[in-house]
């Protein structure tokens, strides 16, 4: 997405490319900023950030369902905060990360076991978030 994101918004987030990631603890409240400020989520995934790589865990994501026919804005923002919400509390209280460490590449897996970091504070949570007029024109895009 090419657009940056209101200050309140980003506040806490770390950026990588035009990727904005949350600190596992901050990102409900990001969540519920965005709804305040009538942005959808599309829905975002873990990864590790390190600070010459990123680790994606594409697998491990929480997406909202569609926007359905005729759903209003502020309804299908509300609907998208919620369902990723619930997707990310599920994902954060079923998985353990530990594991995935053991699963990283070596040369990444050495810079947690070596330096002796939590996992956890190298772990964001990426999200992507969008005005009406920007997911009207992903809309189109897709076309």
Known sequence: MDWSL???L???ASVRGEEYG???ACFPAALATAE???LACLGGQFQFRFDDAVYEMYWLSADPTERLAGEAWTAYVHRSCSEVAKGFDRLVATTDFSVVVRELPSDLRDKV???GV???RVLVFVAYFVTEQAFVDLSVTKR
């Open 6 to 8: 209101p200050a309140e």
């Open 113 to 115: 076991t070596a330096d």
């Open 36 to 38: 305040r400020l009538e």
């Open 118 to 120: 939590d996992p956890t």
């Open 22 to 24: 949350w600190e596992i």
């Open 10 to 12: 980003a506040a806490g």
